[in-house]
């Protein structure tokens, strides 16, 4: 079974830049919308952005002009351009299948984001 594998995560401080991605664990994630999402300490997690097969994407208000999702053409890999980053973008960012597919991927250990101030 397909498995996300996060990477890109590290420290960083207010305002600067990371670039996370995200690859599957054996095959390839298929013509599906994929989506980043993050869990902060204590928190549910929550979506952060979105890409449809079609390339349209959507953001959540607080990343908004900030990060940029993408999956180039013919690339199996999912990435998460994040700047501007803030101590509240603190979290374990994971990728998986968009919200509204028929099925999730087993989730991935996802990768720490850790944004000092």
């Known amino acids: 079974q397909v498995q996300p594998v996060e990477s890109g995560g590290d420290f960083a401080q207010a305002g600067g830049s990371l670039t996370l991605s995200c690859v599957p664990s054996r095959g390839m994630f298929g013509p599906v919308g994929m989506a980043w999402y993050r869990q902060g300490l204590g928190k549910e997690r929550e979506l952060v952005a979105r890409i449809a097969n079609t390339g349209a994407t959507n953001y959540a208000d607080s990343v908004k002009g900030r990060f940029t999702i993408s999956r180039p053409s013919g690339a199996n890999t999912v990435f998460l351009q994040m700047n501007s980053l803030k101590p509240e973008d603190t979290a374990v960012y994971f990728c998986?299948?968009?919200?509204?597919?028929?099925?999730?991927?087993?989730w991935g250990q996802g990768t720490q984001v850790t944004v000092s101030s």
């Open positions: 998986n299948r968009a919200p509204g597919t028929s099925y999730f991927f087993t």
